[in-house]
């Protein structure tokens, strides 16, 4: 495995749940994503931090809100979500915005 | 933005063939192409990337191409071995902003 962690690795949730994926990268890098994967469709790039700050928003719905106090970690918060939320979340860190991405295992999510 | 094509979608080789998957990018100002390997129940994990600077890098096994003129770049995987069988992804991007992510090869190497 990388030297990115998530957590959870499975989560089911109902529609009216509220829930937190939590990310954590121990390499020193100062960017983390959010990605979704659903099957048969390109990595969709979710979010981006850039020391501790949200550079990128990429028209995602306001039922995902990130949060990221600092460097090493990075959350995505989790509300009234649909069926079709139903995905793998990556989490990725890179030392800079525009360097390598390494992530991690990902948490597979089913919206109930 | 950037749009990144991936062929195949699904490729089945004998073990110690050769594998190539290919990728088309739209930018042309694209000048980063790293390539990803997802095994079940893993993230992707980067295998190899090239600059728009290089034509050609090799590691081991594997190698990877580009044709900046033609806007596509190719991963090479020799001597196929089961263990190479995984989900592929190449991404297309440039300094500053986003990659971009091909579909994805599922390879599967038959021993």
């Known amino acids: 495995e990388t030297g990115v962690t998530q957590t959870p690795r499975h989560l089911v949730m109902g529609m009216t749940n509220k829930k937190s994926l939590k990310c954590e990268q121990h390499l020193g890098h100062n960017a983390m994503y959010w990605y979704k994967q659903s099957a048969k469709k390109p990595l969709e790039l979710m979010f981006v931090y850039s020391l501790e700050e949200r550079v990128e928003n990429n028209s995602v719905p306001s039922r995902f809100s990130p949060e990221c106090p600092n460097s090493s970690h990075l959350f995505l918060h989790l509300h009234t979500l649909q069926p079709e939320d139903s995905a793998l979340y990556l989490c990725?860190?890179?030392?800079?915005?525009?360097?390598?991405?390494?992530f991690g295992p990902g948490t597979r999510l089913t919206v109930l | 933005g950037e749009n990144v094509e991936q062929h195949p979608s699904t490729l089945s080789v004998q073990e110690g063939d050769s594998a190539v998957i290919k990728c088309t990018y739209s930018?042309?100002?694209?000048?980063?192409f790293p390539w990803y390997k997802q095994e079940l129940g893993k993230g992707p994990q980067l295998i190899i990337d090239?600059?728009?600077?290089?034509g050609e890098k090799k590691d081991q096994r594997i190698a990877v191409t580009l044709n900046k003129t033609a806007k596509h770049f190719s991963l090479h995987i020799t001597e196929t071995q089961p263990e190479d069988s995984a989900v592929y992804f190449c991404?297309?991007?440039?300094?500053?902003?986003?990659?971009?992510f091909g579909t994805g090869t599922s390879l599967t190497v038959i021993p």
């Open positions: 991404a297309a991007g440039r300094t500053g902003n986003q990659f971009y």
């Open positions: 930018d042309s100002a694209s000048n980063y």
């Open positions: 990725a860190s890179s030392q800079y915005e525009t360097d390598t991405q390494y």
């Open positions: 090239i600059r728009s600077n290089v």
